[in-house]
């Protein structure tokens, strides 16, 4: 969580860099971009994250149940696409071909979208279930209490001891 929030921070310090400081986007690369400004137009870096997040939620829904586990899969089939794509703008940057006649690699929905608002929102569109799955595991509905094989739902484990 603390990456994702990370990334999460780069791309709003990027937005920040565009919209209230007025830098032109190419030199709009958020914090780190800052110090190393190749690190983040590297596609290869990219798309590491998107597959590194894609495996870790993928991962990680094996312990979700219910409620949590249909939140957490809407933020896996949402980090899937986010990751495709990632694959074809790697695999544009690699061939040294942009699709669609563009001067630089581009996505699908970045032919609509700027890249840098189209990935706050995909980032904002990943998060905000797998925060819901998450409070939902932590917190499950009455009729999904006690179904877990780990120890993150709060209060289950007090309440078991009590009684």
């Known amino acids: 969580m603390a990456i994702v929030l990370a990334h999460w921070g780069e791309h709003l310090f990027q937005a920040y860099q565009i919209y209230v400081m007025g830098w032109p986007r190419p030199k709009a690369n958020g914090l780190l971009g800052l110090w190393y400004p190749w690190l983040i137009k590297s596609e290869v870096l990219h798309y590491g994250y998107a597959l590194v997040m894609l495996i870790g939620i993928w991962v990680l829904r094996k312990g979700f149940t219910g409620t949590g586990r249909t939140w957490w899969t809407v933020a896996l089939v949402i980090q899937f696409w986010h990751h495709i794509e990632h694959l074809l703008l790697i695999t544009q940057a690699t061939m040294h071909h942009n699709f ?53 739902e709060w209060g289950h484990r007090a309440s078991a001891k009590a009684a």
Do not use: A, D
Not at 102 to 130: A, C, D, G, W
């Open 100 to 152: 669609w006649g563009k001067p630089v690699p581009v996505s699908v929905l970045q032919l609509f979208v700027p890249r840098v608002e189209l990935h706050l929102f995909y980032n904002t569109l990943v998060f905000i279930p797998m925060v819901i799955g998450m409070y939902h595991h932590m917190f499950p509905p009455e009729s999904e209490q006690g179904k877990m094989t780990c120890t993150c």
